[in-house]
């Protein structure tokens, strides 16, 4: 009787062990591979893989074995999706190409992963590709191919898939690209984070082969249909025609305007908005938003080290105190003109009805100094801190602060460690040159370019010259000096002369200026510009009034422009002088800190809402960085003028004085 039992048994599972091989097959996955190119391998969509292995939703891992439907049992056929399967892509038809503008650091394979498709066939429709790898700037031609009928389960036209969040990527962007709104997004996501951050695991629709949208914020803007919004509407909004619209989003044609659909807008077109990580937002008043009855408590930290001054002697204590011209302040005195600031923009705050609890802190020039003040636990409840302004110090407080307490340096970059909680006051040197370079190609065209530049920035004249190809280069002789002869023969009266000079070096930067200011004559129109304005041009030699012969063009952090504000009217009522630029920045940074406070407590949260906000020299505009933290990406570009310096234009922007020299027309998103 056992026997037979045995016998029936073996026989039960060897039948469910050759039914299963029929409708199931298993694959190791690689290093690299994607859930969407497993699914193309087996033509059976993502969401029925997910279905059988529900443990992959957090991510693939190299060597995991899946279970992969196969079979009528496993994917009845459906007529109402489609998606590309794993023919031969080279033997494929073509349906139409996306352009793509390649951007710096990528390539092919990034490429490949990022539009589903091979190396191979990427190489196909660009043939310079099979030499050499991707050049930044140069624009491809990514294939998109007809699309091809494949099983689908359960009649479910749209499956779900793990999408893993990129660096400084937000859910507009993430929405778009597959083909919903950030609400749907969040529907699909209740316990999505306010701010995603980079390696978290959403859910998405499934986009069949290479067809999803891609965001080139490059070319386009981009906006968010909002309710009850029509053609009529965004005509009046944005200038836009229905035609115009429907020919750059197809889908409107097909389904309509939708509240909270993200529309692909002409680059061109800003209307009465600013541009927020490439879409467009509606400019309000943060004066109209903030919260009245919550106070914010903020931590000043600067290196006073007050145990060190004589306090018996005046005339010494006012020598450390006093700033020489020409030369460059030393900690006390850099800390005592911001901190004069400082309490400038918390009398402001007070005045416009804000509750501030500020702790002030004298971190020292030791490092048992910043190691005390973190053992006394006097920060935990601190919103934010300021300072202090030596790097190692500011690492130390970013560390023991963590991502609960955001730390904000107020004078510089270098030498901070990217922790997800700072947020650098100051733009990165790459990012000021970016924006000048950007400033230059779209001002350049029709000027005569002249490029001087030394060894240590071959880099940027290479740069340049690819930017500007019939540019003429002036190489300085020995690195240290060039002539009028080596400037004049390359002078024209036709058009305006651009001299870019990229040195560092003061003796040449010295030789330059007074060369170029030679050969300026009424014949003659020269500008002096550079990409960078380093240290050299602080040097007492470098005369202020060269610079404004040559209308001297440069990006900045701050501008420097000489103008009547109620700031400096209240500095001079409370201190019996003029406010200079270390005291401007504390007031400016710490009276941006307390309005994004007095929007709301998290900053991570204000940065997500709140763009662009301008004060009386600085403008503040945090975005996520790559690297960890957030970046101020909110710049000028200065040019002197008659002795001046004045900001440089291309649209005027009109703002309004209210208490404290803030000035009004400060932009958020929507919200």
């Known amino acids: 009787m056992k026997k037979h039992i045995v016998t029936f048994v073996l026989t039960l599972v060897i039948g469910f062990v050759a039914s299963a091989q029929d409708h199931f097959k298993t694959h190791a996955v690689k290093e690299g591979e994607t859930v969407e190119q497993i699914a193309k391998m ?55 190409f996306i352009k793509h503008k390649v951007r ?78 950030e609400a749907k997004l969040l529907e699909l996501n209740p316990e999505m984070k306010e701010i995603l951050q980079e390696g978290d695991t959403l859910m998405v629709p499934f986009i069949a082969g290479n067809d999803m949208r891609m965001v080139d914020s490059d070319e386009y803007n981009y906006y968010t249909v909002q309710e009850a919004e029509g053609f009529y509407r965004l005509n009046v909004k944005l200038g836009l025609t229905q035609d115009q619209i429907e020919m750059l989003n197809p889908e409107v044609k097909e389904v309509g305007l939708q509240k909270g659909m993200i529309l692909k807008i002409p680059k061109e077109v800003t209307g009465d908005f600013t541009v ?110 300021v300072g202090p302004i030596i790097p190692n110090s500011i690492n130390q407080i970013a560390d023991y602060a963590g991502m609960n307490v955001p730390v904000f340096p107020p004078f510089t970059y270098k030498g901070i460690n990217l922790k997800y909680n700072v947020f650098q006051t100051l733009p990165p040197d790459e990012l000021l040159r970016r924006h000048m370079i950007d400033y230059m190609v779209a001002h350049g065209a029709d000027k005569n370019i002249i490029i001087i530049a030394d060894k240590e920035h071959e880099a940027v004249q290479k740069e340049l010259q690819a930017k500007f190809p019939g540019a003429k280069i002036v190489n300085p002789k020995d690195e240290s000096i060039i002539r009028l002869d080596d400037i004049n023969p390359f002078l024209t009266a036709e058009k305006k002369n651009w001299v870019i000079v990229e040195t560092d070096n003061f003796s040449l930067l010295y030789n330059i200026t007074t060369v170029v200011n030679s050969a300026r004559t009424e014949e003659f129109n020269i500008r002096m510009l550079t990409t960078l304005r380093g240290k050299a041009y602080d040097n007492s030699n470098i005369q202020n009034i060269s610079l404004s012969n040559l ?98 234009k291309d649209d005027t922007n009109l703002y309004s004085e209210v208490p404290g020299g803030l000035k009004n027309g400060m932009r958020s998103p929507q919200k």
Do not use: C
């Open 276 to 385: 927020s990580d490439g879409r467009l937002v509606e400019k309000f008043s943060l004066l109209d938003s903030l919260n009245y009855d919550s106070v914010s408590r903020i931590a000043i930290v600067l290196p006073l080290d007050l145990g060190s001054l004589d306090y018996d002697s005046i005339p010494a204590l006012q020598s450390r105190l006093m700033h020489t011209p020409g030369k460059s302040p030393d900690l006390l005195e850099l800390g005592v003109d911001f901190y004069s600031g400082v309490l400038v923009a918390l009398d402001s705050a007070r005045d416009l009805g804000l509750s501030v609890d500020a702790k002030v802190f004298d971190s020292g020039k030791n490092e048992n100094r910043i190691y005390q003040l973190l053992s006394s636990g006097q920060f935990a409840d601190r919103d934010a801190i």
């Open 42 to 96: 087996y033509s059976v969509t993502p969401y029925n893989i997910l279905k059988l292995n529900p443990e992959i939703k957090s991510g693939l891992k190299p060597n995991t074995i899946l279970i992969i439907p196969v079979g009528d049992v496993a994917v009845p056929e459906t007529k109402d999706v489609v998606t590309t399967t794993n023919v031969d892509p080279l033997q494929q038809e073509v349906e139409r």
């Open 551 to 648: 209308n001297f063009i440069y990006p900045s952090p701050y501008n420097p422009a000489i103008k009547e504000n109620s700031f400096a009217e209240r500095y001079q009522k409370r201190f019996g002088a003029l406010p200079n630029r270390y005291a401007t920045r504390g007031f400016d940074l710490v009276m941006d800190l307390l309005l994004r406070l007095g929007y709301n407590k998290n900053l991570y949260y204000v940065n997500s809402r709140v763009s662009e906000m301008e004060y009386v020299e600085n403008k503040f505009d945090y975005r996520p960085s790559t690297e960890g933290g957030y970046y101020n990406r909110a710049m000028y570009i200065v040019t002197y003028d008659n002795l001046e310096i004045k900001e440089v």
């Open 104 to 181: 710096k650091k990528e390539t092919l394979y990034g490429l490949a992963q990022k539009y589903n498709v091979s190396e191979a066939v990427i190489k196909r429709y660009n043939s310079q590709l099979y030499s050499r790898t991707p050049m930044k700037g140069e624009k491809l031609d990514i294939p998109v191919f007809k699309k091809i009928p494949v099983k689908e389960d359960n009649g479910l036209t749209n499956g779900l898939v793990p999408y893993l969040v990129k660096a400084s990527e937000g859910k507009w962007r993430i929405a778009y690209e597959h083909g919903i709104t």
